[in-house]
C-alpha cells in the first residue's frame, strides 16, 4: 500500500502542477496530506513488526488481481489531455484498487494496526470517489 499511495501522491501532485480547476487541485492536496499520513503510519508499523508464518499467499494474489483490474481499467480510459478531467478519472480507478486491497485485508489482515488503516482507507476513499463521480458528471 505504501508503493499505490506514492504513485497517487505523484498523480496529486501532477494535477497541481498542471490542473485549472481549483476543486480538483484541493482534492488533490487532500489526496497528498492524507496518503502521506497513511505512509507514516505504515512505515511506523513496518519498523516495528516482522513478519507474520506462515504467509497468506491468497492475499497476495488478490493484491495482484487488482492491481491488474486496475490497469486494464485505466488503460480503457481516454486521456483527454486535460488534466483536471485525466486525474478524476484516473484517480477513480485508483482508489478503487486501494479499497479492493484493504477489503482483501479485512479478511486476510492478522494485525489491528494495518485492519485499522484498510477501514480508514475504505471510508475516505470511497467518499473521494463519489466525489471525483460528482465532479466528472458535472464536467463533462
Do not use: C
Amino acid at each position: 500500500m505504501v508503493l499505490h499511495h506514492e504513485a497517487a501522491i505523484k498523480m496529486a501532485q501532477e494535477e497541481l502542477k498542471s490542473g485549472s480547476n481549483q476543486e480538483m487541485k484541493t482534492t488533490a492536496q487532500t489526496i497528498v496530506n492524507k496518503q502521506q499520513a497513511e505512509i507514516a503510519q505504515f512505515n511506523a508499523f513496518l519498523g516495528g513488526h516482522q513478519p507474520q508464518q506462515p504467509l497468506v499467499p491468497q492475499f497476495s494474489q488478490i493484491q495482484k488481481a487488482n492491481m491488474d483490474k486496475m490497469m486494464a481499467s485505466s488503460d480503457k480510459r481516454t486521456i483527454t489531455g486535460r488534466a483536471d478531467y485525466d486525474f478524476a478519472q484516473l484517480m477513480v480507478d485508483h482508489h478503487q484498487a486501494a479499497i479492493d486491497n484493504s477489503e482483501a485485508l479485512l479478511v486476510h489482515g492478522r494485525q489491528t494496526t494495518t485492519r485499522n488503516l484498510a477501514q480508514t482507507i475504505i471510508a475516505d476513499q470511497r467518499q473521494e470517489i463519489k466525489e471525483l463521480q460528482d465532479w466528472l458528471a458535472r464536467n463533462k
